[in-house]
């Protein structure tokens, strides 16, 4: 079972969207996957079911061992896409791992899904917290949407500063260019110079579009609300990067 994150200690980058767009065009490809929607605000739950909002249950159920995680999937969202959606507890996570501070809660949680689940997706909350910690060091990979100006810039720079300080890896951390406007100016000077801002970045830039903000209208990913749009395209180069940061032989 193979675990990645997308995180962003700055809200509003495009973070669920990408999440929810890996997911499912990996379960598109016959891999079984699990989306975790660890963000209390609950986003991923409109854009993979709009108006028909998916509930979540409530935490301490499941970290006090009372419930199993299987409870609290709801099955094949999307042939080969299970989802854990989010509730409001959730943001006491932080709370509850400041007791356990010997393991890794999360990884003890998903460790009975790893024969039926091939890869699980987390969406992540924008906090720099121990639930943060948690999901950074159990990922195989982070992807990190950075939108292009010199605000979300300054916030990768934190968050590989954060990586280093706890010493959680950073090769881990995977960045990638979101919600471009080339239009800008400031947005092209940007994407001109990737590689001595981000340092290794994946080769894919979602822009900016009506079509992704869609998706929570509509409750449908990219790939099934308009699959011809420069966004879908760029999510379909950015799964291709992920598939190969997993699975390269």
């Known amino acids: 079972m193979r675990i990645i994150a997308f995180y ?20 598109r490809e016959n891999i079984s996957t699990l989306l975790w929607d660890l963000d209390p605000q609950g986003a991923a739950s409109f854009y993979l079911a ?4 998916v509930k979540g249950r409530k935490l301490s159920k ?28 959730f943001r006491n996570f932080d709370i509850k791992l400041e007791h356990d501070e010997g393991h890794n809660v999360l990884k003890d949680l998903l460790a009975p899904l790893s024969e039926d689940t091939s890869l699980v997706v987390l969406d992540c909350p924008p ?3 121990r639930l943060t910690e948690q999901v950074l060091e159990m990922a195989d990979k982070v992807y990190v949407p950075v939108v292009p100006t010199w605000l979300s810039l300054n ?20 960045p990638f260019f979101s919600m471009v406007d080339r239009r800008k100016n400031l947005h092209r000077e940007i994407l001109a110079q990737p590689a001595e801002l ?5 080769n894919a830039a979602v822009p900016y579009a009506s079509v992704v903000e869609r998706m929570g209208e509509e409750g449908q990913p990219l790939e ?11 999510f379909r180069k950015l799964w291709v990067s992920v598939r190969k940061d997993l699975w390269a032989r």
């Open 50 to 53: 709009g108006a028909e909002v």
């Open 127 to 129: 906090t720099l917290s």
């Open 198 to 202: 981000l340092g290794a970045p994946v």
């Open 155 to 174: 916030s990768w720079n934190q968050l590989r500063e954060f990586v280093k300080d706890k010493k959680l890896g950073n090769k881990k951390l995977r």
């Open 62 to 89: 499941l970290l006090e061992g009372k419930s199993p995680i299987a409870r609290f999937i709801h099955d094949d969202v999307y042939p080969n896409l299970d989802f854990i959606p989010a509730h409001s507890s």
């Open 224 to 234: 099934l609300l308009a699959p011809n749009s420069p966004a879908a395209v760029e």
């Open 8 to 27: 962003s200690p700055k809200g509003g980058v495009g973070k669920t969207a990408a999440a929810v767009n890996m997911a499912y065009l990996a379960s």
